[in-house]
């Protein structure tokens, strides 16, 4: 499901985000140096943040938007902004439509059947390994001109390595909330509409999964929690 909420305001102006944030403390000037007007503009998601030169009952203490994400993450949905200054701006929401029923991603790790909600799935890309890149200690890749953080997802979930048939690297670029991450796996299965199952209380707490299904061979597939490896 799709929500669009649209104005024709006078849009967001990122460098007054940017100093605003800065001032704040909420960012660092290295990371002020950094920041794209794109990633800018999503500041305004941070706890604390305001542009409001005094508090009243209704602005100035930065929860507002802060609640509005958390809300939407809580709800496994994403939300997205576009703007341009004098024209407006326009918040698009994305949430599944039932927890029940999804759309997921089918991917092989070592050997294991995986899958990840479509709804997390940004894009799905194919790289040589001479394109993976070291940023600041961390493997990352180049997307759309924006470093992406780049993880192998056997060795996020602790299995064993497999050999590659393949020269490139098949990878799954997933977003969470203004997260965005990309995980290297072993082969891309294809996509298809899964019956979530519970895992059920006696298994602990799995924060890394959001259940499991049974497949059109009856086996059992686990499903992820997007949302947990983005942010781990």
């Known amino acids: 499901m799709v929500i669009r909420l649209e104005d024709d305001g006078q849009g967001i102006d990122a460098g007054r985000i940017k100093a605003s944030a800065l001032g704040k403390g909420i960012i660092t000037e290295e990371q002020a140096g950094y920041l ?13 943040f305001s542009t409001a030169s005094a508090v009243s009952e209704v602005s100035g203490r930065g929860v507002g938007m802060d609640i509005v994400r958390s809300q939407i993450g809580r709800l496994n949905g994403i939300i997205d902004i576009e703007t341009e200054p004098g024209k407006g701006t326009v918040f698009t929401i994305r949430l599944p439509l039932t927890l029940a029923i999804i759309k997921g991603l089918l991917v092989k790790v070592a050997g294991r059947v995986l899958i990840l909600p ?15 890149q070291v940023v600041q200690g961390e493997q990352a890749i180049i997307n759309h001109g924006r470093i992406v953080p780049l993880s192998w997802l056997r060795d996020k979930l602790h299995y064993p390595r497999a050999e590659r048939s393949t020269r490139t690297i098949p990878l799954v670029i997933v977003r969470s909330v203004d997260k965005i991450a990309a995980f290297a796996v072993d082969e891309i299965i294809g996509n298809q509409e899964v019956v979530i199952k519970s895992l059920g209380a006696y298994l ?29």
């Open 36 to 48: 794209t007007a794109q990633e800018a503009v999503h500041l305004i998601f941070e706890p604390g």
């Open 118 to 132: 479509m709804y997390n799935v940004a894009e799905i890309v194919r790289i040589a390994p001479e394109e993976i």
């Open 204 to 232: 602990g707490t799995l924060n890394h999964l959001s259940g499991a299904t049974i497949l059109g061979n009856g086996r059992v597939a686990l499903i992820l929690d997007a949302a947990y490896l983005v942010s781990h």
